[in-house]
């Protein structure tokens, strides 16, 4: 008997989905991708001509493990219409009220090469 109580009292890992925030910063101009797209994930900036669309973080409680978390930030990079994501943050990380993993990434997509898309370039970069 007291060992059922033991049981009783121990707590149970409860394993939450990631819980992801996307934050627009401007239109893709393409449509949504289908869930499961491949989604390039990129380390660095790329070094071809590219616009940011989105900020997407993503974090996961003890019981996710990173691949969770990064699957879901994809999920919504997808949904962006983004070509490919960067990855600024990746941490395991833990404070008082959570412990758990964090992805911090931008959205992108590609520039066609040509006279506009140096013109938009250079737009950008003045603000």
């Known amino acids: ?3 059922l109580v033991a049981i009783g009292c121990a707590t149970v890992g409860v394993s939450l989905p ?3 925030k996307v934050a627009e910063l401007e ?3 393409h449509a949504a991708r289908p869930p499961g797209c491949t989604m390039p994930i990129l380390n660095a900036d790329p070094l071809t001509a590219f616009r940011k669309v989105a900020i997407i973080e993503g974090i996961g409680n003890v019981f996710e493990d ?3 978390v990064e699957k879901a930030v994809r999920e919504k990079a997808c949904e962006t219409g983004a070509d490919a994501i960067i990855v600024h943050t990746r941490k395991r990380q833990t404070s008082e009220s959570i412990t ?3 992805i911090n990434a931008i959205a ?5 090469e040509g006279d506009n ?5 250079a737009e950008s970069q003045r603000h």
């Open 117 to 121: 898309a140096a013109a938009r370039r």
């Open 66 to 68: 990173d691949a969770a």
């Open 27 to 29: 239109p893709s101009g």
């Open 108 to 112: 992108i997509v590609y520039e066609p």
């Open 1 to 3: 008997m007291v060992a």
């Open 100 to 102: 758990g993993y964090y």
């Open 18 to 20: 990631p819980e992801i």
